[in-house]
């Protein structure tokens, strides 16, 4: 289906208004969700909201696509912008709709079998398929809005709906409840940090509309309160990105919280949050201040470096698998950070690539320990001994995925990585190719011990013989691990996506 | 058929033949003899190619991009066509040879290697028809993962231990630095990787430093031709069961290797360029050096397995050393070294194997007077070892002289000093072996009876003599193969100006 057939088959209030209702209608649904008694019709609705967002989203892409400026600007309640609160979209965040969409619904027709399985009282399950609605209408609508401050609603709407399904893995786990208290107090510190910074913007520009801001800042490049304010915005969002060093709330919160929500949070949450980042230093700073004046490759290149280096040795060492996959998930975002900071086409577009290809790993790769947490218990990497062979649907599934994050030819990862490598050649930094190879070496390590454990070790329990995760968890991690596949052999979707917003956040001419 | 079709079945075969062990796995019969025709069949398919190649054609078959340079793609030229012929050929004597040895062995899984052996040629074969680096990487590591399970294959401790070291030194060499140079080489040619004569960079801006990095980023990175300090995998690979070592870490998996190190040399470098690169002949040394250290420490083994790894390790480092000198001779040598040196090594393999299952026995010293018990076992390895040391009339004899020449023509009089040095010490690694077996058993020490009562079956008799003869054979084919090779070779000398032009 191409996105032409998407335009001329859409009824006209989604063409109308598609930008709005995909962040409208979870944010709508998630009230009437709370108040249901009955889990399983929260369950459907959810789908469905889910459903629906995803499909605005693709209309979204389409209509960005077929725009004469590549730019969708919607004005909330007819007030015109630099007043009334923009929802501006561009090729940009429409990768990102349709990514953090896309996400929501395979992970909401996933969640039924796990949540039900880890949830202590059913009867709150119509409160988290809220939060969860909430949540993602939050993360949205952080992606589509044109306004400063409106960004920061958003951001405290997915932050507070996070704390709570993160709180809610404590019948599985206690250690849930500090972990989410954490993220609390983490998440919180970031959303101060951006509010302020913010704050100082409103001060020396006088506006909160994010195009009006870069239309202003030109001519305030020395202003004291300008540079405060940009200081103030990177930490905040980087604490939300879980950039290096700023991530340490990210183990413990994914590790302890219920499955669905790692699934969810591990392809979406950090991504958005990136997003945030990629915006404010391209659209709204420009890369002329950004990178130039406060010369911040020097400052992104060496925390992404670091990230993917440290964190990937502190992988290998966890006995947890999904402790590893948390080091890993921020070591990627080294990756992501790595690419943004080259401030060039092919720099961003190998970061925006890689942030799509590794929501897909991540979500293979979780749902599929979800898989096995419902069928066998333990995460740590001795439960997972001769899984291949007790359950070998969601272990396959979960290798692609694995091979995927190390980034083997033929899959999503390598391309990746590849674009990641020729963006820097191109700018000469072939020691930070060397650096991004040996990372790799290191996720060898940590999936190898994974899989070697699952594969090549005999059953811990020989009695447990065949047990596979429900056909409800299998169908969703299959369409994500084939994605990597898919994605790895054809990969002109992604990287077309990716140039695109490498475009839209660099300029037309970036690209020669 | 026309040629795509015959790449294609070339490349599907051992795929289809492992799906039809894995579905007679319950009969053995039925399961070995799918083995055995399959392997027939494609050696077939090969034969017909390979006279395809020889009468100029080059046949091709595109299957898809994932992006712009990183095609699936193949083109079989006459080098990849040598190296098909002779892993698919010596696959169907190995096959007779697993038989007979796993059978008298009585080992497990007899199935499951059956059908990783089976994908582990059809690496090989990607390998041999890749049309370009992304192509050749992929059924590279194919070749790796495949063979893992049969290095492993006992599910010992040690066999763990040696599979590990297997899989983490090979994919840590082609992730590590392999990927990385095929990565450089996609920027520097301006998102290209195809195999093209003369070489792809040979028409690019490309400075001595980049090209020397490039280089030895590949030639380390091709962790599969052995070259010191990324040998050790080999020896410890050793704990896999004979017909693996014989098949795919004397032919297969390590032909692979240095193949890969000559295809990088012809069609990535080309000659030219490959003379401007100052680390060329850095690696030069670094191959002689292997072949001479490699070899002293193959005298210090007495297990027959452990000195025929350590002599396969040197007799590799002579592709590389050819590859390395960069003229026709020296390429030539390195060709022909494949072939030859896969004859002859995979018979001493088998030979071993052999003794392996008749007696139990595997250190060298307690073999005096074997010789008299299983005569045909050591008259083949004999042959070998004279094949290997490079005495006429055995095949082994030409690579030799085509590197001396190569080094002299280009003036690096002291390699055949190091190829000479390297006879003496075959002799003195591989001689006595036979010699002792063949004499008299000392009073003191008779021999004693064979653990399996028949002694060797009669199948890992045949099959290492059949190679044995085969060393005969290859040394009158000479000619034949030279001719069948040289437009390859020519096309990787050819100047670059005249290469360039349209």
């Known amino acids: ?512 | 058929m026309n040629p795509e079709t015959l790449i294609a079945a070339v490349l599907i075969l051992p795929l289809l033949i492992a799906a039809g062990i894995a579905a007679m796995g319950k009969f053995p019969n039925i399961r070995e003899g799918v083995t055995i025709v399959g392997s027939i069949a494609l050696f077939a398919v090969v034969i017909q190619l390979a006279a395809l190649v020889s009468s100029g054609a080059r046949p091709e078959l595109f299957v898809g991009q994932a992006a712009p340079g990183l095609a699936i793609a193949f083109k079989l030229e006459p080098l990849g066509a040598l190296f098909a012929v002779v892993a698919s050929g010596l696959w169907i004597v190995n096959s007779f040879y697993s038989i007979g040895y796993m059978r008298g062995n009585r080992e497990r899984n007899q199935t499951r290697f059956y059908i990783c052996f089976a994908i582990a040629i059809c690496g090989a074969m990607g390998v041999a028809s890749a049309g370009n680096l992304f192509t050749l990487f992929i059924f590279y590591e194919v070749l790796t993962l495949s063979t893992y399970p049969l290095v492993a294959h006992k599910g010992d401790a040690a066999a763990q231990r040696g599979a590990r070291i297997y899989l983490l030194t090979l994919l840590g060499t082609s992730i590590g630095f392999f990927l990385t140079a095929i990565m450089w080489t996609w920027f520097v040619a301006g998102q290209r990787l195809d195999f093209v004569d003369g070489g792809l960079l040979a028409n690019v801006q490309i400075s001595p430093v980049v090209a020397s990095a490039l280089l030895l980023l590949f030639v380390f990175g091709i962790g599969k031709a052995a070259l010191m300090p990324f040998h050790f995998w080999l020896p410890n690979a050793m704990v896999a069961p004979t017909p693996v070592s014989a098949l795919l870490h004397a032919v297969a998996v390590v032909k692979a290797g240095v193949f890969t190190v000559l295809k990088v040399s012809m069609y990535i470098f080309g000659a030219d360029l490959l003379n401007a690169t100052p680390s060329r002949e850095f690696l030069m040394d670094v191959a002689c050096i292997t072949i001479v250290v490699a070899s002293l420490i193959a005298l210090t083994k007495d297990n027959l397995k452990a000195r025929l790894a350590y002599s396969t390790v040197a007799q590799l480092a002579y592709v590389t050393l050819g590859a390395m000198l960069a003229d026709k001779a020296g390429f030539m040598g390195g060709s022909l070294q494949i072939a030859a040196h896969a004859a002859a090594k995979i018979t001493l393999f088998m030979c071993a194997g052999a003794i392996y299952v008749a007696t139990g026995l595997t250190n060298i010293s307690d073999m005096r007077g074997l010789g008299r018990k299983m005569p045909l076992i050591f008259i083949a390895f004999f042959m070998a070892s004279l094949s290997i040391i490079g005495v006429p009339p055995f095949a082994g004899d030409w690579p030799k002289y085509e590197l001396m020449q190569g080094a002299v023509d280009r003036g690096a009089d002291w390699v055949p000093f190091i190829l000479i040095a390297s006879s003496v010490l075959n002799i003195a690694y591989l001689l006595p072996i036979p010699i002792l077996a063949l004499m008299p058993p000392p009073p003191e020490a008779p021999v004693k009876e064979f653990k399996r009562p028949g002694g060797a079956p009669a199948l890992t008799v045949a099959a290492p003599l059949f190679t044995a003869f085969l060393c005969l054979i290859l040394f009158l084919l000479v000619d034949p193969m030279g001719d069948f090779l040289a437009p390859a070779l020519d096309a990787a000398t050819t100047t670059v100006q005249e290469a360039a032009l349209p």
């Open chain 1, 1 to 512: 289906m191409t996105l032409e057939s998407v335009l001329t088959s859409a009824p006209a209030w989604a063409l109308a208004h598609a930008p709005v209702l995909l962040v409208a209608v979870p944010m709508l649904i998630a009230p009437l969700v709370a108040i249901l008694p009955n889990g399983r019709a929260a369950w459907l609705i959810s789908v469905l909201t889910a459903g629906v967002s995803f499909y605005l989203a693709i209309v979204t892409l389409a209509l960005v696509q077929s725009s004469p400026t590549g730019i969708l600007s919607y004005e909330i309640g007819r007030w015109p912008p630099p007043i009334g609160i923009e929802f501006r979209t561009d090729a940009l965040n429409a990768m990102i709709l349709l990514l953090v969409t896309g996400i929501g619904f395979l992970a909401s027709v996933f969640s039924w079998p796990t949540i039900t399985s880890e949830l202590s009282n059913r009867n709150k399950l119509g409160m988290f398929y809220a939060a969860f609605l909430l949540c993602m209408s939050g993360l949205l609508g952080v992606a589509s809005t044109g306004d400063a401050f409106n960004l920061f609603v958003f951001l405290e709407i997915s932050s507070l709906a996070t704390y709570v399904m993160v709180a809610m893995g404590a019948r599985r786990d206690r250690r849930a409840l500090p972990a989410a208290f954490n993220y609390l107090i983490m998440g919180t510190l970031g959303a101060s940090f951006y509010i302020v910074g913010i704050g100082f913007l409103y001060a020396a520009t006088g506006t909160l509309n994010m195009a009006d801001i870069a239309d202003r800042l030109p001519a305030l490049t020395d202003n004291r309160s300008v540079q405060v304010g940009f200081a103030f915005i990177i930490v905040g969002l980087g604490l939300k990105a879980a950039m290096w060093p700023l991530h340490q709330w990210l183990p413990n919160a994914y590790s302890y919280s219920p499955s669905f929500v790692t699934v969810f949070l591990s392809a979406t949450a950090t991504k958005v949050a990136l997003y945030a980042l990629v915006r404010f230093l391209f659209t709204v700073f420009r890369p002329e201040y950004s990178f130039e004046l406060a010369s911040f490759s020097w400052v992104l290149a060496p925390l992404g470096i670091a990230a993917m280096v440290i964190c990937s040795f502190q992988a290998v060492f966890q006995t947890d698998v999904r402790r590893v996959l948390a080091y890993s998930s921020v070591a990627q975002v080294g990756y992501m950070l790595l690419g943004v900071s080259l401030a060039t086409a092919p720099g961003v577009a190998a970061g925006l690539l890689h942030l799509f290809n590794h929501a897909l790993m991540k979500g293979a790769l979780f749902m599929a320990i979800a898989g096995i947490v419902m069928t066998h218990q333990g995460t740590t990497i001795r439960d997972f001994a001769g899984l291949g062979r007790t359950a070998p649907w969601t272990m396959t599934a979960f290798a692609i995925a694995g091979l995927s994050l190390i980034g083997v030819p033929l899959t999503a990862g390598f391309m990746s990585k590849l674009q990641l490598g020729y963006a820097l050649f191109a700018e000469g930094w072939w020691w930070a190719v060397l650096l991004v190879v040996f990372s790799s070496f290191l996720a060898v390590f940590y999936v190898g011990r994974i899989l070697q454990a699952a594969f090549f070790q005999p059953p811990l329990n020989p009695r447990k013989t065949h047990k596979e995760a429900p056909l409800l968890i299998l169908v969703p991690l299959w369409i994500l691990a084939l994605a990597n596949l898919y994605f790895g052999i054809a990969a002109d979707f992604p990287l077309g996506l990716a140039r695109d917003g490498a475009v839209a956040a660099l300029g037309v001419e970036a690209f020669r």
